[in-house]
């Protein structure tokens, strides 16, 4: 039986080939993409693979890498909704003795919230942001896109939790984290 490291390192070169050769052409289906996506996410489940898809998605319009999935950020993004799950305050960022991580949150009332939500309210914030000058317009939110796409991260992990209150709280993990100050995403 092989060692689950090295079949994710095979995975994960037979991922980027594939996305290599999709960079090249600069079209990529949707169907392609989350074949990246389904083989870079060994046993997710259903909202894993939506964080995943959905992520890699954004990232493939930009020619990022695609990110892998993660079980420890996944358990660390789980361990941090459950907390919220109470008063689903929105506090952000975290830093530990074990992890230093980037990370992205979203809170919405009512129970039809899903991870494609989340990843699309993230990435709207393009049009907010600016390369040359590496700045998002006044008064505006950018840093969940850059996140999103931030050259160096390629791993991921997330999590969804239904609120006592009725709201959902989801967040996601990045290793290694972005947005820091003076480097551009890309």
């Not at 809170?107 to 039809?112: D, E, I, K, S, T």
């Amino acid at each position: 039986m092989m060692n689950s490291s090295f079949l994710r390192v095979i995975l994960l070169l037979g991922a980027i080939n594939l996305f290599i050769s999709i960079s090249t052409t600069k079209a990529a289906t949707l169907g392609q993409v989350f074949e990246i996506c389904r083989s870079l996410c060994l046993g997710c489940d259903h909202d894993s693979l939506q964080f995943l898809f959905r992520h890699n998605l954004v990232r493939a319009a930009r020619f990022e890498p695609p990110l892998i999935w993660d079980q420890t950020l996944q358990n660390y993004a789980q361990n941090w909704a459950n907390q919220r799950k109470s008063d689903c305050a929105l506090q952000h960022s975290f830093q530990d003795g074990e992890f230093t991580l980037g990370e992205n949150i979203f809170w919405g009332y009512g129970a039809n919230w899903s991870p494609a939500d989340a990843v699309v309210a993230w990435a709207s914030e393009k049009r907010f942001y600016h390369y040359g000058s590496n700045s998002c317009d006044s008064g505006q939110m950018c840093g969940h896109y850059t996140q999103l796409v931030w050259k160096d991260t390629r791993k991921i992990g997330c999590a969804r939790v239904v609120c006592d209150n009725g709201g959902i709280f989801m967040t996601c993990n990045y290793d290694p984290p972005g947005n820091y100050i003076g480097q551009k995403p890309y």
